[in-house]
């Protein structure tokens, strides 16, 4: 019998760790880890965290994670994936925990907000499965502003890059926040009275934040993105639009 443990981690900080989250990686068997061959930082934070919270000896495995194909439907290529990624994760819990257990999977953020972890762990019948929350980008972003989500008695939009740039701003939204933007779909809109808050890295030494009218501050975003990238090898950043008063 497998029992998935998906376990909120926040956003590279191992401070982010709920005491939950604590208690739910030390009470495991296994904890899987994927390694991402133009992300390693990305295990590595992993590893630290664990490094940084782990009370007793849990063996942590690692696991090549397998990229999504770039053209085709992209659903298709996104059910694809997540077939993959769940081959992936039985193959390691055969190797390295052929007795069943609990298995713990570090998850980025949160496993219910843009996460495929719940998904991939429907892959697996008859396995047990609890989340355990973690802090969100959205949560560390309006903190490290030090602004409210949303505009007062107002509602907020959460979309993706990928969506804004198709059909650009929702019909009805005042403000929305943008997760899994490959980069500069704010760009499709008309900058003109609206305003943004752009984080990356957040809550990690690196974070890097900007903010103002979109005309200004969105060029000078793309810049530091695109040289935050070259430094890193990777990046992730979220950002909130809000569409000044009329």
């Not at 298709?76 to 007795?99: E, K, M, S, Y």
């Not at 200004?216 to 810049?223: N, R, S, T, V």
Request: charge should be neutral; hydrophobic fraction near 50%; proline fraction near 7%.
């Amino acid at each position: 019998m497998i029992a998935l443990h998906l376990i909120g981690i926040g956003t590279g900080n191992p401070r982010h760790l709920t005491g939950e989250a604590v208690d739910a990686l030390n009470a495991a068997d296994l904890i899987l880890v994927p390694r991402k061959e133009n992300a390693r930082d990305l295990a590595d934070l992993r590893q630290t965290i664990c490094a940084a919270v782990l009370t007793r000896d849990v063996p942590i495995a690692s696991f090549a994670m397998p990229v999504r194909a770039g053209e085709g439907d992209y659903l298709q290529a996104v059910h694809d994936w997540h077939d993959a990624i769940a081959t992936a994760w039985r193959t390691a819990i055969v190797r390295h925990l052929p007795g069943g257990g609990k298995v713990a999977l570090l998850v980025w953020g949160d496993p219910s907000l843009y996460d495929s972890s719940l998904r991939i762990a429907a892959r697996f019948a008859g396995a047990g499965v609890r989340v355990v929350p973690g802090i969100t980008s959205i949560q560390a972003l309006t903190a490290a502003h030090a602004i409210p989500l949303n505009p007062l008695a107002g509602p907020v939009t959460i979309t993706t890059g990928r969506l804004l740039r198709a059909h650009g701003w929702p019909n009805g939204a005042d403000s929305l926040v943008v997760m899994l933007d490959a980069g500069g779909a704010f760009e499709a809109l008309d900058p003109q009275g609206v305003t943004i808050w752009w984080g990356a890295y957040l809550g990690m030494p690196e974070q890097a934040l900007a903010h103002g009218p979109l005309a200004e501050a969105g060029p000078k975003i793309l810049a530091t993105r695109a040289a935050l990238r070259a430094r890193h090898g990777w990046i992730m950043d979220v950002y909130l639009l809000r569409k000044d008063p009329r």
